[in-house]
């Protein structure tokens, strides 16, 4: 006879967990569908009337995220979707069709002349400068050198020489995917000549390629905050969105001023692969409703923000500069609503 | 060489990896400034990048498990000419790096691309949409269910599927009450393994679809914008989230384990 | 069947066609008789391996009998239809399963074989009520709610009761991983009946067993196989478990079959001298033939020297080459089978069948004579060894062939098996090295057909 054996705790366990399982997963492929529909979920006020999808310069992250996007779409209802990175880079996205913006906003004029033309694909037609900026040279309060870089900040030592200063961390952008890289050259050719000092920009910059120094525009801000770099060349509302201590320079040097584009012209940059040079003037951001805009509506309402006065006291809360709007392109292309702008 | 100086050198050698990969998250831990931290998670728009983080991955793994486990069961169970090539195939997602795997969905869903074009002119975008963030995410995390189910089918017994055979059952019968029911804990941690992975994408949901922000995305725009003290508590968001996951998971496991222990 | 069953959409309809389903495979189960026959002709390459199967046997408890690789599986697993053979056919109770000349291959699925593999392949994620519940034949669509609680409720009662016939209450909420080996076997058997199989194939299923458990199952199947008529093909490499068990045995060895019969048949005229050590018959023996005086073209072999299996010692070479008297063990005599065309010295090969020998003790004196009153053949032997074996002893015996030495007697390498009751062995109780008389009548001396298959 084979011997009965006892029985094994039923499992209702088992079935009870099986019964969960099953009403989570209903509940999440619910949820899912509904999310799937309804597209973005949470956060959007309002998409009835659709995205305006912005590009915009690396340098200006901070202000358009958390400034000038929400105040855009509380004023128009647009929702907002913008993405910075290096001008340069940008214009490179937009001619390889990986990207395509109601609105291109960048630091340079020339990106926007690359983009222009039926060579290029004439994806600009126009464009207009709304701002200004300069250069400055923005340190890490926790660098070993934040004494000597304080005291230059306060005019008590020359910035150079701190900078000339064995095992400093110089952080700046790559000239081949952002005009700031470019000026940063720009701006030591221009040291050189005016403090009588030859041979300087080699003796900071190293070579114009120089590996060591040269970061994403992205990241630049991140890697002195982090304590990577000591010390680096930024625009002035870059190291004030993220409250880094900074050194002024001097006009003649700083970019700043469009009067002294003469001056400024004095210094020049040319890209070793393609040959493109490029001459030293005064920095401004542009902005363009180039040809791959979707919703024509939503891109003039922003531009129409951004050029308001309403924009550009956003702008000069941010530590930019004020200009009047000037309009690069035959009038005739811009939108009707933007024209009012550029009646000089 | 002593019996006991072989045990401790495996361990040794596991612990150190081990605290190799634990001390990042604990010095993080130890140095987070803890009293900022809710102030700065009350960030809408980090919820948000949150719940899509979540939703997209949620739903890219259920696509994946729907298509891939029968894939996986295919090349584990039967053989047909091209099976080597086929699971060659499957493994070309992990070899891209993921701003590559972007740019050629992109190339292909993107405004300009053949599939996408025509979607976009009738005003639904693949890229830059939620279905974009779900398009890059299953490219990516499919390899790793596919590639788990296909070990954990290749680990269940061919008797029980002989037997079931002689029983009468189909295919579709024997893969769904035999084979997949066996090998389900080796299959359910390869859909863990792609839900996590889903969720930390990075490379590609950038070039493809940089919105709707899925936190990862967003982490780096804090971090460009206003410095790595806006990105850590983010950073600390991705971690509790992943934790819960994998722990209900396991957990899961461990409960349906425990009444089938002699 | 099943197909037709899922096209109905009428209760009525679904419940007649269930009860033509039983109608038409319950006879078959059930009418296991003589008639029925199971007829299999395989052949198949598997990479350097062989398969040459050919028998026909009535169907009832068949016994597929070999040592590990000789083929048994693939031969189950052809029948079953999990294996395509390259050639040949299947019928089983003149239903043609396979047919690769008629381009016949009826699939696994709609066989209505049951299989049982090695280790039982038990569900290990399903209880074993499951695993019982899963093997079930579908029942019709589900066509109204009462009609779908009616079947439930059906299958759970024939679940109950394959239960109880294989003595599993209690198990039904258990794990197969909980259970013991005996256990699992049954519940494997269960689910195998549950299908309600035309034919059971079972291969191995007492081989990971304890002694104990193995005998309890035996007697389980043989009463189950009596109860319900369903035809068993089983495979095993234990000639104990065959002679058990088998109504017929199929010997089967290096792909080929060896030899194709009743347990008798099988045990007491094996064919080839493989086959006679697969059944136990040790007592093999090459031996050369001594030509008969009047030189008689067919004459029954009249004496034999057994041949060492080694290269013999160098003293019994001399003895076997210097004298051709010398050397020769007689057989018993004029009953044995003639050899057709052996003339001179031949090699042949035969068994001494244990059951026939009869021991005694030597009496002190002369040597015995060489022949009995009955025509049997008196050998001496001297014992090796006597083994406790359960029930009986078994000797090991050296038989003394006439030679040289001083007192006639002579030691050859052979050793003869014996098998006596305990009662038997007290009565000829001797130690190790003592001489034995050894009777063997001319019906235990039996000569294999071939030397190979």
Same mark, same amino acid.
């Given at each position: ?42 956060? @959007? ?7 305006? =999808? ?24 647009? =929702? ?10 940008? /214009? ?19 990106? $926007? ?66 005009? !700031? ?11 050189? !000549? ?35 770099? $000591? ?22 040097? @700083?970019?700043? $001023? ?17 040959? !493109? !040079?490029?001459?030293?003037? /005064? ?34 809360? $941010? ?24 009646? =000089? | ?262 | ?6 096209? %109905? ?29 199971? *007829? ?29 690789? #000789? ?36 699939? %696994? ?148 079959? #060896? ?26 023996? %090459? ?26 010692? *160098? ?48 009496? #002190? ?20 060894? #006597? ?26 390498? *052979? ?26 009548? *001319? ?11």
């Amino acid at each position: 006879m084979f011997f009965k054996q006892q029985a094994q705790t039923p499992s209702t366990l088992s079935y009870q967990l099986n019964v969960a399982m099953a009403c989570c997963g209903l509940i999440l492929l619910i949820t899912m569908l509904l999310a799937a529909c309804g597209g973005t979920p949470t956060g @959007n006020t309002s998409t009835a009337k659709g995205k305006v =999808s912005v590009l915009y310069a690396g340098s200006l992250v901070n202000l358009m995220e958390k400034k000038i996007g929400p105040a855009f779409t509380q004023a128009t209802g647009y =929702s907002y979707e913008g993405e910075g990175k290096g001008s340069t880079a940008l /214009a490179a996205e937009i001619k390889g069709h990986l990207r395509t913006p109601d609105i291109f906003i960048s630091a340079s004029a020339a990106v $926007d002349k690359s983009l222009m033309g039926s060579a290029n694909g004439n994806y600009v037609s126009w464009y207009a400068t709304f701002t200004r900026t300069s250069m400055v040279i923005g340190y890490s309060p926790q660098s070993r050198f934040a004494a000597d870089l304080q005291a230059a900040a306060n005019g008590n030592k020359s910035w150079y020489s701190v900078l000339e200063e064995p095992g400093m961390r110089i952080g700046r952008t790559d000239p081949a995917l952002d005009p !700031k890289g470019i000026s940063t050259i720009i701006l030591m050719e221009l040291a050189e !000549k005016y403090y009588h000092q030859p041979g300087l920009t080699t003796k900071i910059l190293g070579s114009n390629d120089n590996a060591s120094q040269i970061f994403p525009e992205e990241e630049l801000t991140a890697r002195l905050g982090s304590g990577q770099l $000591d010390a680096g060349f930024f625009y002035l509302n870059e190291v004030k969105d993220q409250n880094l201590p900074y050194i002024t320079l001097p006009t003649q040097i @700083n970019l700043s $001023d469009p009067s002294m584009n003469s001056a400024y012209a004095q210094a020049s940059y040319t890209d070793p692969k393609t040959s !493109k !040079k490029t001459v030293g003037a /005064a920095i401004a951001y542009t902005i363009t409703i180039p040809g791959t805009s979707k919703n024509a509506a939503g891109a003039i309402a922003f531009a129409d923000f951004l050029l308001s006065s309403q924009g550009q006291t956003i702008l000069l809360g $941010d530590g930019l500069l004020q200009t009047t709007p000037a309009l690069y392109g035959n009038i005739s292309v811009v939108p009707a609503q933007l024209q009012q702008y550029f009646h =000089s | 060489m002593g019996r006991n100086a072989g045990r401790s050198i495996l361990a040794i050698l596991g612990v150190l990896l081990l605290l190799y990969l634990v001390s990042p998250v604990g010095y993080f831990l130890f140095q987070l400034p803890w009293r900022a931290v809710p102030g700065q998670l009350a960030d809408p728009t980090a919820i948000s990048a949150l719940v899509t983080s979540l939703l997209t991955a949620t739903v890219s793994i259920v696509v994946i498990a729907v298509f891939g486990v029968p894939l996986g069961y295919i090349l584990a169970r039967r053989t047909f000419t091209g099976r080597g090539i086929l699971t060659l195939l499957v493994y070309l997602p992990l070899v891209f790096p993921p701003v590559v795997s972007g740019i050629l969905l992109l190339l292909l869903y993107g405004p300009y691309g053949p599939i996408g074009g025509p979607f976009t002119n009738a005003g639904f975008e693949l890229d830059s949409s939620f279905t974009g963030v779900v398009l890059s995410q299953i490219f990516v995390a499919s390899p790793f269910v596919i590639i788990a189910a296909r070990s954990a089918f290749e680990a269940v017994d061919p008797a029980l599927e002989q037997v079931a055979i002689t029983f009468g059952k189909d295919s579709w019968e024997i893969f769904w009450r035999v084979n997949l029911p066996v090998a389900r804990a080796g299959v359910i941690a390869g859909l863990l393994l792609g839900w996590l992975r889903a969720l930390g994408e990075f490379g590609a949901t950038v070039v493809m679809a940089y919105h709707p922000y899925t936190l990862p995305v967003y982490i780096f725009v804090q971090l460009s914008g206003t410095g790595v003290d806006a990105a850590l508590p983010l950073a600390l968001l991705t971690l509790a989230v992943s934790f819960v996951g994998v722990s209900f998971v396991l957990w899961t496991q461990h409960i349906s384990n425990r009444r089938k222990v002699a | 069947m099943k197909s037709v069953m899922r096209e %109905t959409n009428d209760t009525t309809k679904a419940l007649a066609l269930e009860a033509q389903y039983r109608d038409e495979v319950a006879p078959t189960i059930l009418a296991g008789d003589g008639e029925n026959m199971l *007829s299999v002709n395989l052949h198949h390459q598997l990479g350097a391996f062989q398969l040459a199967i050919n028998f026909q046997v009535p169907l009832g408890l068949i016994v597929l009998l070999g040592s590990s690789g #000789a083929g048994k599986s693939l031969t189950l697993r052809s029948i079953a239809g999990l294996l395509h053979a390259q050639q040949g056919h299947v019928v089983v109770n003149g239903q043609v399963l396979f047919d690769s000349a008629a381009g016949i291959h009826v699939p %696994t699925q709609l066989r209505h074989i049951g299989y049982v593999p090695q280790h039982y392949a038990l569900f290990p994620h399903l209880t074993v009520a499951e695993n019982i519940l899963f093997a079930l034949p579908p029942s019709p669509a589900r066509i109204s709610w009462q009609y779908w609680r009616k079947q439930r409720a059906v299958r759970r009662t024939r679940v109950a009761e394959l239960l109880s016939i294989l003595e599993l209450e209690g198990l039904e909420r258990r794990y197969p991983v909980t259970l013991s080996g005996g256990q699992q076997q049954r519940v494997a058997l269960a689910r195998a009946l549950a299908a309600e199989p035309r034919l059971l194939l079972l291969d191995e299923p007492f081989n990971a067993l304890d002694a104990a458990v193995r005998e309890r199952l035996r007697d389980t199947l043989k009463q189950f196989h009596r109860r319900f008529a369903i035809p068993i093909v089983l495979v095993t490499h234990d000639h104990a478990e065959a002679q058990q068990l088998a109504d017929t045995i199929v010997v089967v060895q290096h792909g080929q079959v #060896a030899q194709v019969g009743s347990v008798n048949d099988i045990f007491y005229a094996p064919r080839t001298p493989d086959v006679a050590q697969l059944v136990g018959q040790h007592n093999v023996f %090459t031996a050369q033939f001594a030509p008969p005086p009047n030189q008689q073209k067919f004459a029954p072999p009249v004496a034999l020297r057994l041949q060492p299996p080694v290269p013999s010692s *160098s003293q019994s070479s001399i003895a076997s080459s210097q004298n051709n008297e010398h050397g020769w063990l007689p057989l018993p005599g004029a009953d044995l089978p003639p050899i057709p065309s052996i003339v001179g010295s031949k090699v042949i090969s035969g068994c001494i069948r244990t059951d026939e020998i009869v021991v005694r003790r030597r009496g #002190a004196g002369s040597v015995p004579p060489m022949w009995t009153a009955q025509g049997s053949v008196q050998w001496v032997g001297v014992l090796q060894e #006597a083994q406790l074996y359960g029930h009986m002893v078994r000797l090991l015996i050296h038989p003394y062939v006439p030679g040289l030495s001083s007192d006639g007697l002579f030691i050859a390498e *052979s050793v003869l098996e014996v098998y006596l009751s305990r009662g038997q062995w007290r009565d000829v109780e001797v130690a190790s090295g003592q001489q034995l008389v050894l009777e063997i009548p *001319s019906k235990a001396i039996h000569l294999f057909e071939r030397l190979a298959i």
